[in-house]
């Protein structure tokens, strides 16, 4: 007779927004040993072609799931808030009735994220520099208020914790304290892996050589056995840095500004972020 594996019922997403600090979030969380780390930080599973409402197995399947220690999944998946990019997230997540989702939602100030989306699209190859202007998804992925609204209507405020990068480097504890308890997962445990992650400054466009290893699984595997800062060391001994502008210029800021005055509004006003006191953005 066909047995079928324990699965989660408990799920926490990280669902963005882009470069505010979602990966290190997920990294210590993964430590916590009430916690399944998904296989893949970012499965994207309800932004892709992959998506299938009539068989949750094909999702539960993203985890080694433990149900003598793990009491929640998690994933970080940021693709999950880039409307209108990737429309439809949250109805699809809202297709699974009978599990249990909770919801973090990262920020920072809105104008130094585009500057970093910038810069770590240029890495990757799919924006352009600055000087060509800002484009719509940059924008849109900064649409805090805009972003959270589809898993409000879907899912209810309550289900939601806002969590903002800037509170969390100058308290790590304090704040991963405050997600431990939304997550209702053991509090006391000292998540003391500090580190940032895929930090700008990490960035090198790389040799093509690595793409040949990715593809040989067995070399990919043994990679991950390397310690990250080794790979790191290796990574900028053999890859090149973008000889490109980094940083806005105050007048780019304020247009930026401009161009989010009615999202930051929202924000304010629906969500309780106090956008003057928390990144000295006037609006």
């Known amino acids: ?7 989660p019922d408990r799920f926490g997403l990280i669902v963005g927004a882009m470069k505010c600090g979602t990966t290190s979030l997920f990294n210590y969380l993964a430590a916590h040993p009430e916690v399944a780390p998904c296989r893949t930080k970012e499965p994207n599973y309800f932004s892709s072609d992959d998506f299938r409402p009539d068989d949750p197995q094909s999702y539960f399947s993203l985890w080694d799931w433990k149900p003598a220690a793990h009491t929640i999944a998690i994933e970080a998946s940021v693709n999950y808030t880039k409307m209108p990019t990737n429309p439809n997230c949250a109805e699809r997540i809202a297709q699974f ?11 920072r100030n809105p104008i130094d994220r585009i500057e970093s989306h910038i810069y770590h699209g240029l890495y990757a190859g799919w924006t352009k520099p600055i000087e060509g202007g800002i484009s719509d998804h940059a924008l849109n992925v900064s649409r805090y208020a805009m972003q ?19 509170e969390f480097q100058k308290a790590p504890a304090e704040e991963l304290r405050r997600v431990c308890e939304f997550l209702e997962i053991d509090p006391s445990f000292q998540l003391t892996d500090h580190r ?22 067995a070399l990919r595997r043994m990679g991950h056995l390397i310690p990250i ?5 290796i990574l900028r001994s053999t890859g090149r840095k973008l000889d490109v502008r980094q940083r806005l210029t105050p007048s780019e800021r304020a247009d930026i500004a401009e161009a989010l005055h009615d999202d930051l509004s929202r924000l304010e006003s629906a969500y309780g972020i106090d956008v003057a006191a928390t990144w000295g953005i006037g609006i």
């Open 148 to 166: 959270l609204d589809a898993y409000a209507a879907q899912f209810g405020r309550e289900r939601i914790l806002l969590l903002i990068l800037e």
């Open 1 to 7: 007779m066909k047995t079928t594996a324990p699965s």
């Open 229 to 233: 800062q080794l790979r790191r060391a």
């Open 97 to 107: 009735p009978d599990l249990d989702f909770r919801f973090i939602y990262c920020m």
């Open 196 to 217: 940032s992650h895929n930090r700008a400054s990490d960035h090198y466009i790389e040799n093509p050589l690595w793409n040949r290893i990715r593809n040989v699984e």
